[in-house]
């Protein structure tokens, strides 16, 4: 249902002009700024997210091998897509994904605490668990692997 691509010169443009819904921008890094900060971190691994040749989607992990440290650091569907299974499908593969990262007990992500349209429910039908909050009071959840 969707793939990953690395974002090039060719499909940068596209990229940057995927954006959530406007309630939603406190949620989650632009692309642009992502891209640029992917680009000075050794432990960032970012794709564009696809249907078909469509761009629907961009997602950034942090990867620290030697602390093994692994994180969904940043995951955002363009609006215009949102609802359709793709993130879903998305986020299955990047678990599947980290799931063969070394020594690897658990895959983490944050987002913000919100009352309407928050990303909790989201990440909790995938399995992730609620931690708590962390101390830029953000949410901190856990996806235990086996």
């Given at each position: 249902?969707?793939?990953?691509?690395?974002?090039?010169?060719?499909?940068?443009?596209?990229?940057?002009?995927?954006?959530?819904?406007?309630?939603?921008?406190?949620?989650?890094?632009?692309?642009?700024?992502?891209?640029?900060?992917?680009?000075?971190?050794?432990?960032?691994?970012?794709?564009?997210?696809?249907?078909?040749?469509?761009?629907?989607?961009?997602?950034?992990?942090?990867?620290?091998?030697?602390?093994?440290?692994?994180?969904?650091?940043?995951?955002?569907?363009?609006?215009?897509?949102q609802g359709?299974?793709?993130?879903r499908a998305?986020?299955?593969?990047?678990?599947?994904?980290?799931?063969?990262?070394?020594?690897?007990?658990?895959i983490r992500?944050?987002?913000?605490?919100?009352?309407?349209?928050?990303?909790?429910?989201?990440?909790?039908?995938?399995?992730?668990?609620?931690?708590?909050?962390?101390?830029?009071?953000?949410?901190?959840?856990?996806?235990?692997?086996?």
């Open positions: 249902m969707v793939h990953f691509r690395i974002i090039t010169k060719e499909n940068l443009r596209d990229i940057l002009h995927l954006e959530v819904h406007e309630e939603q921008k406190d949620q989650v890094a632009s692309n642009a700024a992502s891209i640029a900060q992917g680009h000075y971190y050794e432990e960032a691994y970012f794709r564009a997210i696809y249907h078909e040749d469509t761009p629907v989607g961009f997602f950034m992990l942090y990867i620290d091998v030697p602390k093994t440290d692994y994180q969904v650091w940043r995951f955002m569907i363009d609006q215009k897509h359709k299974g793709y993130g998305a986020l299955i593969q990047i678990i599947e994904y980290m799931k063969g990262l070394p020594d690897i007990k658990e992500l944050t987002y913000v605490p919100k009352k309407e349209r928050g990303a909790n429910l989201f990440y909790e039908k995938i399995g992730f668990i609620d931690t708590g909050i962390d101390k830029k009071g953000e949410i901190v959840m856990r996806y235990p692997i086996e």
